[in-house]
């Protein structure tokens, strides 16, 4: 037997917002209607908390959450709002020294998430001179507004935990730290009838990490500054949107090609719609510099002419909609035309479908507006966790959407379970992703009016189809010279032993054209070194079925005799 001594410091140090011995506690003061709170606080902290490697963090301080129904700071030359408002003065609060201060509600961690009960419908920031409301982490948060008032300066610096944060339905929620990104999730039912964040001209916002979002009207008009190197920045309205043509959109926070860019590198830019995030013309969004681009929504909706080609770009650019259930494609304007141009080294369709959602086909997001989609990852696209994506023009012109993906390779990551469709052709270029993929299991479906493969498309002891839906007799499957689709069994070694699993099964299906997997191709769903070969189905019922010669793989071991070889089935 092997006995390990740890401590609850050690074997908890690395769990995301987890508060160890030799933290501080937390204090929450709640007004349901209003609230008087001018305390002394005594909260000591360790100065330093040690892993079980050896590893040190300093102790973090009290955290402190202060609610009323309607919230002001405020200092000594700035009234109160009127008799109804509870105040805070903000040079008490800095002198609390809080290492997390939540202003409008109350928190509550489960598991990794910490839950933001909201409590104030309004909450006002007005203060005076160069002085700012100051601390690691500042949260605010109401049902209905938050305001930052013009003169008001927020600034975070020194270091403050990485957590994810939820919040219940719709409101305003704003986050400033010095520390790393926070997650933000909104739960229930999201109407985007509420909700308003005013940050007015003449404010200063600093901060290593910013958080701005609101389900209904998101107003920036003051001076925001993330961190200049590894800043994160992460915006939420009721829609977005980027204009190439100097167009107004009347509905959503609307920015324009240089914008964004004025936040320089950073480390991560999310943009969260609670519809759709709408590109205008030949609009730009992101660029090589930013590391991380996440487009959070119910789609993209493009509104350019035949002559425009929007673009969006970053090292990494993922697209996700973490409101299924109440997130909907209503863009602000008509669908047009043109081309939409995506350039990374990583793509990532992330999940934007509850798993019901999933099996029955619903949409989780869309691309559409657009005459043709082209999709340019250098080193990969991966498709992760339950989603259903389309391209096409529904809505619009009706004409079929042809998509283009050039990239070193497709994978489905493991426990993946996606479903990608377009109403044009698809066209899958590249495969020159040759590294080992360490996701087992995941499920890939790619749908499309006929599929062009010479790339690379794996999914290890998984799933993969590939289905032709367009009535005419040549619209069905080819793969080229060069295409590769694998769905072969894996080997994981777990310290002194191995599992292995099976290969996964691979469809290549046609409604009315054929299926053609041409010389130089391979379709390989082998066992491996130690599990079991899975199927291969080739299947046009209308059209024909050829293969040339070994282009289909299905072997298994033949060290052991045990293990099941491949079948093949064709139709």
Same mark, same amino acid.
């Given at each position: 037997?092997?006995?390990?001594?740890?401590?609850?410091?050690?074997?908890?140090? #690395?769990?995301?917002?987890?508060?160890?011995?030799?933290?501080?506690?937390?204090?929450?003061?709640?007004?349901?209607?209003?609230?008087?709170?001018?305390?002394?606080?005594?909260?000591?902290?360790?100065?330093? *908390?040690?892993?079980?490697?050896?590893?040190?963090?300093?102790?973090?301080?009290?955290? *402190?959450?202060?609610?009323?129904?309607?919230?002001?700071? *405020?200092?000594?030359?700035?009234?109160?709002? #009127?008799?109804?408002?509870?105040?805070?003065?903000?040079?008490?609060?800095?002198?609390?020294?809080?290492?997390?201060?939540?202003?409008?509600?109350?928190?509550?961690?489960?598991?990794?998430?910490?839950?933001?009960?909201?409590?104030?419908?309004?909450?006002?920031?007005?203060?005076?001179?160069?002085?700012?409301?100051?601390?690691?982490?500042?949260?605010?948060?109401?049902?209905?507004?938050?305001?930052?008032?013009?003169?008001?300066?927020?600034?975070?610096?020194?270091?403050?935990?990485?957590? #994810?944060?939820?919040?219940?339905?719709?409101?305003?929620?704003?986050?400033?730290?010095?520390?790393?990104?926070?997650?933000?999730?909104?739960?229930?039912?999201?109407?985007?009838?509420?909700?308003?964040?005013?940050?007015?001209?003449?404010?200063?916002?600093?901060?290593?990490?910013?958080?701005?979002?609101?389900?209904?009207?998101?107003?920036?008009?003051?001076?925001?500054?993330?961190?200049?190197?590894?800043?994160?920045?992460?915006?939420?309205?009721?829609?977005? +949107?980027?204009?190439?043509?100097?167009?107004?959109?009347?509905?959503?926070?609307?920015?324009?090609?240089?914008?964004?860019?004025?936040?320089?590198?950073?480390?991560?830019?999310?943009?969260?719609?609670?519809?759709?995030?709408?590109?205008?013309?030949?609009?730009?969004?992101?660029?090589?510099?930013?590391?991380?681009?996440?487009?959070?929504?119910?789609?993209?909706?493009?509104?350019?002419?035949?002559?425009?080609?929007?673009?969006?770009?970053?090292?990494?650019?993922?697209?996700? +909609?973490?409101?299924?259930?109440?997130?909907?494609?209503?863009?602000?304007?008509?669908?047009?035309?043109?081309?939409?141009?995506?350039?990374?080294?990583?793509?990532?369709?992330?999940?934007?479908?509850?798993?019901?959602?999933?099996?029955?086909?619903?949409?989780?997001?869309?691309?559409?507006?657009?005459?043709?989609?082209?999709?340019?990852?250098?080193?990969?696209?991966?498709?992760?966790?339950?989603?259903?994506?389309?391209?096409?023009?529904?809505?619009?012109?009706?004409?079929?959407?042809?998509?283009?993906?050039?990239?070193?390779?497709?994978?489905?990551?493991?426990?993946?379970?996606?479903? *990608?469709?377009?109403?044009?052709?698809?066209?899958?270029?590249?495969?020159?992703?040759?590294?080992?993929?360490?996701?087992?299991?995941?499920?890939?479906?790619?749908?499309?009016?006929?599929?062009?493969?010479?790339?690379?498309?794996?999914?290890?002891?998984?799933?993969?189809?590939?289905?032709?839906?367009?009535?005419?007799?040549?619209?069905?499957?080819?793969?080229? #010279?060069?295409?590769?689709?694998?769905?072969?069994?894996?080997?994981?070694?777990?310290?002194?032993?191995?599992?292995?699993?099976?290969?996964?099964?691979?469809?290549?299906?046609?409604?009315?054209? %054929?299926?053609?997997?041409?010389?130089?191709?391979?379709?390989?769903?082998?066992?491996?070194?130690?599990?079991?070969?899975?199927?291969?189905?080739?299947?046009?019922?209308?059209?024909?079925?050829?293969?040339?010669? %070994?282009?289909?793989?299905?072997?298994?071991?033949?060290?052991?005799?045990?293990?099941?070889?491949?079948?093949?089935?064709?139709?």
């Amino acid at each position: 037997a092997k006995y390990e001594i740890t401590t609850a410091s050690g074997f908890f140090y #690395d769990e995301a917002g987890a508060q160890l011995p030799g933290d501080a506690g937390r204090l929450s003061v709640v007004g349901r209607a209003s609230l008087s709170f001018d305390p002394a606080i005594i909260a000591l902290k360790q100065a330093e *908390i040690t892993a079980g490697d050896g590893r040190k963090r300093a102790g973090q301080g009290v955290e *402190i959450d202060l609610a009323a129904l309607k919230l002001a700071v *405020i200092d000594a030359n700035t009234p109160a709002p #009127d008799a109804s408002w509870t105040t805070l003065d903000r040079d008490k609060l800095n002198a609390l020294d809080a290492s997390s201060l939540l202003l409008g509600g109350v928190r509550s961690r489960e598991g990794d998430t910490t839950n933001v009960d909201v409590v104030s419908e309004s909450l006002r920031v007005d203060t005076t001179g160069s002085t700012a409301l100051q601390g690691p982490e500042l949260l605010f948060a109401a049902k209905q507004d938050v305001t930052v008032a013009g003169g008001s300066t927020l600034a975070a610096s020194g270091a403050s935990p990485q957590r #994810d944060y939820a919040v219940l339905g719709d409101g305003a929620f704003m986050r400033v730290a010095g520390g790393k990104q926070a997650g933000l999730a909104r739960t229930g039912t999201v109407t985007r009838g509420s909700g308003d964040l005013r940050v007015e001209a003449g404010t200063s916002v600093t901060g290593q990490s910013l958080i701005f979002d609101a389900t209904h009207n998101n107003q920036l008009d003051g001076q925001l500054s993330p961190g200049a190197s590894g800043g994160a920045l992460a915006i939420g309205a009721d829609r977005i +949107n980027i204009v190439g043509d100097g167009s107004t959109p009347v509905d959503g926070l609307t920015l324009d090609n240089g914008a964004l860019a004025a936040f320089g590198s950073l480390d991560q830019l999310r943009l969260t719609s609670y519809s759709t995030l709408d590109l205008y013309a030949a609009a730009s969004l992101g660029s090589a510099k930013v590391k991380e681009l996440v487009l959070a929504a119910a789609g993209v909706a493009g509104h350019g002419t035949a002559g425009d080609t929007a673009t969006i770009a970053g090292k990494t650019v993922r697209f996700e +909609n973490p409101n299924p259930a109440t997130a909907s494609f209503t863009p602000g304007a008509a669908l047009g035309g043109g081309g939409l141009n995506v350039a990374a080294e990583t793509i990532v369709i992330g999940g934007n479908a509850t798993d019901a959602m999933r099996d029955a086909g619903q949409v989780g997001f869309a691309l559409r507006g657009f005459d043709s989609v082209t999709l340019n990852a250098s080193q990969e696209m991966r498709f992760e966790g339950s989603g259903v994506t389309v391209v096409d023009n529904a809505g619009g012109s009706g004409a079929a959407t042809a998509l283009n993906v050039d990239t070193g390779r497709i994978v489905a990551v493991s426990q993946s379970k996606q479903l *990608i469709s377009s109403s044009g052709t698809t066209t899958i270029t590249g495969g020159t992703g040759t590294a080992p993929v360490n996701d087992i299991g995941g499920t890939l479906e790619m749908r499309a009016k006929s599929l062009d493969v010479a790339g690379r498309i794996e999914a290890p002891s998984g799933h993969l189809t590939l289905s032709a839906t367009g009535t005419d007799a040549g619209d069905g499957v080819i793969l080229r #010279d060069g295409a590769r689709l694998l769905a072969d069994g894996v080997t994981v070694a777990f310290a002194d032993t191995k599992a292995y699993g099976p290969g996964g099964d691979v469809a290549l299906k046609s409604a009315h054209g %054929n299926v053609d997997v041409q010389s130089g191709a391979i379709v390989s769903v082998s066992g491996g070194e130690g599990g079991d070969a899975g199927q291969l189905a080739l299947m046009a019922q209308e059209g024909a079925v050829h293969a040339a010669a %070994n282009t289909l793989r299905g072997d298994a071991s033949a060290a052991k005799p045990d293990l099941r070889q491949g079948e093949l089935v064709v139709d």
